[in-house]
């Protein structure tokens, strides 16, 4: 299975709706991330990026193709044991806890869930993880920043142990300065655990941050895939890679004289 | 930039009224904008939303504003009638936010309610209206304007609709633009072109704007000046070009704490926040 | 946190109103702390509140308050108007109208209990279940609910109480069956628009069941809302057990029930008004109170208010 790697999906493909007024999100995706590898899905809105994702970790069912997680080829519900491999991880800190439940509640649910035992041991170990003390165990998130709030859904994602981190966008909705404190943190986790990490981003600079490969992604298929050392080089084949590069360095006048609209 | 400044502020505060308190969101801004694009930066909590509201006077309720001076071309906003505030607002100075879903009309056209917001502030009968509507359309590089002119807003995308909104606030062509994090909302690309846009429109008419984003890159990138706030101060004031070399320990942790293509570090440092930032003087 | 307290009130409320509870009990504590803060600076709210809990202290004293028996006759002093004997006068039983408005609010306050105590958990589970899955289940439970409110609710309490036989108890069972079909249709609304968050999602990514996902995760959110709406709809409740009362289908005489009791003064009503009048008041005054205190529960728990 470690030949296959983390994750291999061929050929895939979601459309939403039915018949005439269907929309084809992902369009015959093909990638394969390595065990302990960070791969990071690159692209604008609308380009199926956070589709693929959803894929994977089983929120979606309608897809076809093939999808396999830990050399496991995978239907499309999902057995319970399938999320102490694969857990995810959102992009608005403020939608993805549930508004009132205590952070104990919310980490306590999946170790109930999959009836691992220990809850209390486990909770404060995985809370001290993230840079959260025990302090915080208690607390409703309303009371809580939004960086914090993000470390509790890590924690969340954590506490059962997976090998498998999706991170949705994980810093778009924080600050600069609190995107640094998690990125150094999922970089940190990544590295105690041997996390394999997925990151879906729009930025390219988070995804140089904390990835090692990554591909990028346009109205549905992938464009190009590409080391992130490529990418610091500004080596990129597609000139929709480029066009992506070119805008994210800041505003230039000229460049933006120049950009199209690429199908 | 230019003779006299378009927008004079002086010890700007707003403040909210709370159960646990008074929350100041503002504490003492001063500014000054003339024909030039004024960048201001702040994370979230900062006031820097605030501070652009307080000038329109929109700041919600049960918000309080106050200043020293607030005066537009040397006329008091702070103590001017609903009615002149009214005639100020839209017509010589304008207002793009966030999120144009909620700035549009959603039963009605959007070449109309362009054509309405030229109307409002000018004389033209309706032909004439539609006219600008449709140039205006142009000018914001919508390709085929006759098409979008009998569109409603649901039937556009994000990027058109925030074309669409900057287009209606700029038909009576203000004299000055507030511009609230207008292409946060926006894909890369289309946030360079719409930028691109506003650019144009300092440049040939002489608009003043005020940029407020969260975004250091852009604002340096694209703004001529650029105030930095931290918690409802302006801790640090530069040119836009000159922000690389900025004093302040709040502007260099926050440049510091951006990732970098052209920067292979991989950890982060951390902005450390200093209690004595909350307190000096700022200006 | 500073130990240093100034007396035992402030300690508790620091205890209770800290952003580091130490435990389960002291953040749940804490929260219907703050909702109570909330909800006192409400005064219309607290005027609901008082009439309420007026309602219950009276229902609970009843033999201890009430001047008279209320099935005591005394046809000599029929019809009396209020007055010093009779504060709120005589019915034409000669029975004292206080004692029977006294005794009255029991029954008032049962027949609220037995509908909140039924229909919102009905209406609450058949619409979350269909709200959450969707497809077919939604589609039956959803027509089962619209066929139930085609009827107008009081004619098809009247058809049930005419099946079930007239009586109080029955009056509740047919006031039940005829008012869960639009706390279902609230709670399958509200659990559509969450359905979809990202909270629900990472219930599902821990592999969390349908059934732990409604009740642990959907149903507490939709419980505030209908908390309120059953609140409001209490007054309905109180009027169409009186209306059922006033149509002798619902409480049998000699049961002090106040809409038997207007029904029992409307031959009067022009001569001796205070018959039908006191307990059409003591109606109103209860309804009022119920949907001032909705008022103010709605600013405490609806979520949107947050």
Redesign the interface.
Same mark, same amino acid.
């Given at each position: 299975m470690t030949e296959q790697g983390m994750i291999g999906i061929e050929n895939l493909r979601v459309a939403f709706g039915q018949g005439a007024d269907s929309v084809v999100a992902v369009d015959g995706v093909s990638l394969s991330v390595r065990d302990g590898e960070s791969f990071g899905l690159v692209g604008?809105?609308g380009s199926g990026k956070s589709t693929v994702l959803r894929a994977v970790?089983?929120?979606n069912h309608d897809w076809s193709g093939r999808v396999a997680v830990a050399g496991v080829e995978q239907s499309r519900r999902r057995a319970?044991?399938?999320?102490?491999t694969?857990?995810?991880v959102?992009?608005?800190p403020y939608?993805?806890?549930?508004?009132?439940?205590?952070v104990?509640r919310i980490l306590a649910?999946?170790i109930a869930?999959?009836g691992l035992g220990d809850t209390d041991g486990r909770i404060d170990r995985v809370l001290l993880e993230v840079g959260l003390g025990p302090?915080?165990r208690?607390?409703?998130p309303? %009371?809580l920043s939004?960086g914090q709030r993000q470390r509790v859904?890590i924690a969340?994602a954590l506490v059962?142990e997976p090998r498998l981190l999706l991170l949705d966008e994980p810093t778009s909705a924080l600050?600069?300065?609190v %995107?640094?404190?998690i990125?150094?943190l999922l970089?940190r986790l990544r590295a105690e655990r041997g996390l394999t990490l997925v990151l879906v981003s729009?930025n390219?600079?988070?995804v140089?941050?904390l990835c090692d490969r990554l591909a990028v992604m346009n109205r549905g298929r992938i464009v190009e895939e590409m080391t992130v050392e490529d990418?610091?080089r500004?080596e990129a084949a597609q000139p929709y890679t480029r %066009?992506?590069?070119r805008?994210? %360095?800041?505003?230039?006048?000229a460049?933006?004289?120049s950009?199209r609209d690429f199908a | 930039m230019s003779d006299s400044p378009l927008l004079e502020v002086s010890n700007l505060r707003v403040s909210f009224p709370t159960r646990q308190g008074v929350t100041e969101a503002v504490r003492g801004v001063s500014f000054t904008v003339g024909r030039e694009k004024l960048g201001i930066v702040g994370?979230?909590g900062s006031g820097k939303s605030m501070t652009g509201r307080s000038v329109l006077r929109l700041v919600p309720a049960p918000g309080v504003v106050g200043a020293d001076r607030l005066a537009f071309r040397g006329e008091d906003l702070l103590g001017a009638s609903d009615k002149r505030l009214r005639a100020i607002r839209g017509r010589r100075i304008a207002m793009v936010m966030q999120d144009p879903k909620f700035s549009l009309n959603p039963v009605m056209t959007v070449g109309r309610q362009i054509a309405e917001a030229y109307r409002v502030h000018s004389d033209a009968g309706p032909a004439e209206a539609r006219r600008r509507a449709l140039e205006m359309l142009e000018a914001v590089r919508i390709r085929d304007p006759e098409r979008v002119y009998g569109r409603y807003p649901h039937e556009v995308s994000?990027g058109m609709g925030q074309r669409i909104m900057i287009a209606m606030m700029l038909i009576p062509e203000p004299e000055l633009l507030i511009a609230d994090e207008p292409t946060s909302a926006l894909?890369?690309?289309v946030?360079?072109?719409v930028? *691109?846009i506003l650019?144009d429109l300092c440049g040939r008419r002489g608009m003043g704007m005020i940029f407020i984003s969260?975004d250091?890159?852009?604002v *340096?990138?694209?703004c001529d000046r650029i105030l930095i706030m931290y918690a409802g101060r302006v801790v640090e004031s530069c040119r836009a070009s000159e922000l690389r070399n900025a004093t302040h320990p709040y502007t260099r942790?926050?440049l510091d704490?951006?990732?970098?293509?052209?920067d292979?570090r *991989?950890?982060?440092?951390?902005?450390t926040r200093d209690p004595a930032w909350l307190t000096e003087g700022g200006q | 946190m500073n130990g240093r307290a100034m007396n035992g009130g402030s300690t508790w409320r620091a205890w209770l109103s800290t952003?580091?509870?130490?435990?389960?009990m002291?953040?749940r504590l804490g929260?219907a702390w703050s909702g109570w803060l909330a909800f006192r600076r409400n005064r219309l709210a607290m005027a609901g509140l008082l009439i309420v809990l007026g309602l219950v202290v009276v229902a609970a004293l009843a033999p201890l308050l009430a001047p008279y028996h209320p099935y005591e006759q005394d046809l000599a002093n029929r019809l009396q108007p209020p007055g010093a004997l009779h504060w709120l006068g005589t019915d034409s039983f000669g029975r004292d109208i206080l004692s029977r408005l006294i005794h009255g609010a029991r029954l008032t306050l049962m027949i609220v209990a037995l509908v909140a105590a039924t229909a919102p958990v009905v209406g609450l589970l058949i619409g979350t279940v269909a709200g959450y899955l969707g497809g077919w289940v939604d589609a039956v439970l959803m027509r089962i609910t619209d066929i139930f409110l085609a009827f107008p609710k009081l004619i098809l309490a009247l058809a049930f109480v005419a099946a079930l036989g007239p009586g109080i108890e029955n009056a509740v069972i047919a006031i039940a069956i005829t008012s869960w079909p639009p706390y279902a249709r609230i709670a399958r609304a509200e659990t559509l628009t969450i359905r979809r968050?990202?909270?629900i999602?990472?219930?599902?990514?821990?592999?969390?069941s349908s059934a732990?996902i409604i009740l642990?995760?959907i149903v507490?959110?939709c419980v505030a809302s209908l908390i309120v709406r059953v609140t409001l709809d209490m007054a309905g409740v109180i009027l169409t057990a009186a209306g059922l009362g006033f149509l002798g289908l619902g409480a049998q005489p000699p049961l002090p029930e106040w809409g038997a009791m207007i029904a029992a003064g409307r031959q009067n009503v022009l001569e001796q008004w205070w018959v039908a009048a006191m307990p059409g008041l003591a109606i109103f005054v209860v309804s009022l109170g119920f949907n001032l205190l909705g008022d103010g529960l709605r600013d405490v728990l609806d979520?949107k208010g947050?």
């Open positions: 604008e809105s970790s089983g929120l319970k044991g399938f999320f102490k694969c857990q995810m959102f992009q608005d939608g993805s806890l549930h508004p009132r439940h205590p104990d649910e999946p869930i999959h302090s915080f208690f607390r409703y309303h %009371q939004g859904a969340r059962l600050d600069v300065s %995107q640094a404190e990125l150094n970089r729009h390219l600079a988070v140089a941050n990418l610091r500004g %066009q992506l590069l805008a994210s %360095q800041g505003y230039d006048r460049a933006a004289e950009f | 994370e979230s994000g894909d890369v690309t946030q360079m072109q930028l *691109a650019d969260h250091l890159n852009l *340096a990138s694209f942790g926050l704490s951006l990732p970098r293509l052209d292979p *991989a950890e982060l440092p951390v902005l | 952003d580091t509870p130490q435990s389960r002291q953040a929260r968050a990202d909270f999602s990472a219930a599902r990514l821990q592999g969390a732990r642990g995760h507490p959110l979520p947050d």
